[in-house]
């Protein structure tokens, strides 16, 4: 890769295997990277391995090797060792999660054949089957010691990733909807990305649909994903088709083929959706904003703006502490205020789609009786899932004539308990 600045790239961090792309400013489309120069081989395990009575590590493809013919221990199953977040016992020595997964990033990123990623890379997306939030800490915190910035290094899931691919690479996707179809050997799953055009913004969406077990007999598995493309798709409007995974082949899918390309449709296979998909999201996030009319709304994605009503600079205004439209693990703020008269702070939550804000009031016990406008407090705003916020306040007292009582509160405001106050 002849980029050394401002790289913009991807990793998708899969269960089994995972892949890492970036994006050529030339070609103006994600490239994925090979194992091997010179080779068509994109995708490596998602493995480490260990040299015994050291701190030597391999991962991916050379993990393999070194297990194998140079006695390392072998450490598979690595992302759901790290969604899960508990210790691993690798060589008789207990490790921290946040050991195998940074071990694995920087693994991940020499690939990019920079010697400084933290300054190099302006933007890095990872994309994973599925989000956890002890899974994002470990990796924000990961990130974090490896000298990344905030908002450096992005993290979504594969639907997300499929909705960025199918918008960047075709432009008639919002009259239509897009279907994908993922292979996992005899299992398929079915995925709808749709758009309201109603809507402004518009709204994007991925539902998930059938899944279905396929014979390993040919004629059979034919006419079993044939049946399952009808029951997906019947004859409503789709502009494209795609199909990913291990486990399709043109050899065994004649009828099913038919059903594919029914109604004009057209049908795409390969194994880099999520990964150039996640790339070109780590595009829009940066610098080409190329989807601005559009909003999608994934699971993780907060569906509420939290004000306050404050007195700034003598004029009664409304303060957003979080802004709604960003995922929950990307919404954070923190912030300073004087209290005038309250004891309590209230926060007013506003869902996104226009129904009647609702109050929340936070108390804070225990506060000392001051002046008016003699305390000071500092608050920060932190999710821990798209419908939980946890609000931190801390007494900072006002100068030394109100010192500090060291006073902390902490609450959540939970968007359904919220509602029925």
Not at 126 to 146: A, D, G, M, S, Y
């Amino acid at each position: 890769m002849n980029e050394t600045r401002n790289i913009i790239a991807s990793l998708e961090f899969g269960e089994k295997e995972s892949q890492i792309c970036y994006y050529d400013r030339k070609e103006k489309n994600p490239v994925s990277l090979a194992v091997k120069t010179g080779t068509t081989e994109y995708t490596f395990p998602t493995r480490l391995s260990k040299r015994p009575k050291t701190n030597i590590w391999h991962f991916g493809a050379e993990s393999e090797y070194f297990s194998k013919y140079e006695g390392e221990i072998l450490v598979e199953d690595v992302l759901n060792l790290c969604m899960k977040g508990e210790p691993v016992e690798i060589d008789g020595e207990v490790h921290e999660v946040e050991e195998l997964l940074e071990v694995f990033l920087k693994g991940c990123l020499s690939m990019l054949g920079v010697g400084e990623p933290q300054r190099q890379i302006k933007i890095l997306m990872i994309t994973t089957p599925n989000l956890n939030r002890v899974f994002i800490r470990k990796l924000q915190k990961v990130c974090r010691h490896l000298n990344f910035a905030n908002g450096q290094v992005l993290i979504q899931d594969y639907n997300e990733s499929f909705y960025y691919y199918a918008m960047r690479t075709r432009h008639d996707n919002a009259n239509r909807s897009t279907g994908l179809f993922c292979f996992d050997k005899n299992r398929v799953h079915f995925r709808k990305l749709w758009i309201d055009t109603t809507t402004k913004p518009m709204i994007a969406r991925v539902e998930v649909g059938k899944s279905e077990l396929l014979s390993e007999n040919p004629k059979k598995r034919d006419k079993r994903f044939a049946e399952m493309i009808e029951k997906c798709c019947g004859e409503e409007s789709y502009s494209n088709l795609y199909l990913i995974g291990e486990g399709f082949d043109k050899e065994w899918a004649v009828d099913s083929l038919t059903a594919l390309c029914k109604n004009q449709r057209r049908v795409y296979y390969g194994n880099n959706l999520y990964v150039r998909g996640a790339c070109f999201a780590a595009l829009e996030k940066s610098e080409d904003k190329t989807l601005g009319n559009y909003l999608y709304v994934g699971e993780a994605l907060v569906k509420n703006h939290i004000t306050m009503n404050m007195n700034i600079q003598g004029k009664d205004q409304i303060y957003t502490v979080t802004e709604g439209g960003k995922n929950w693990y990307e919404t954070e703020h923190t912030f300073e205020l004087i209290l005038d008269e309250k004891e309590d702070l209230e926060f007013t939550l506003q869902p996104m789609d226009g129904e009647k804000p609702f109050v929340h009031t936070m108390k804070l016990k225990g506060l000392p009786k001051r002046p008016k406008k003699a305390t000071r407090l500092r608050i920060q705003a932190v999710y821990e899932s798209a419908d939980c916020c946890v609000v931190f306040v801390e007494d900072l007292g006002f100068g030394e004539l109100f010192p500090s009582s060291g006073l902390k509160w902490t609450e959540k405001i939970r968007w359904q308990e919220a509602e029925h106050e």
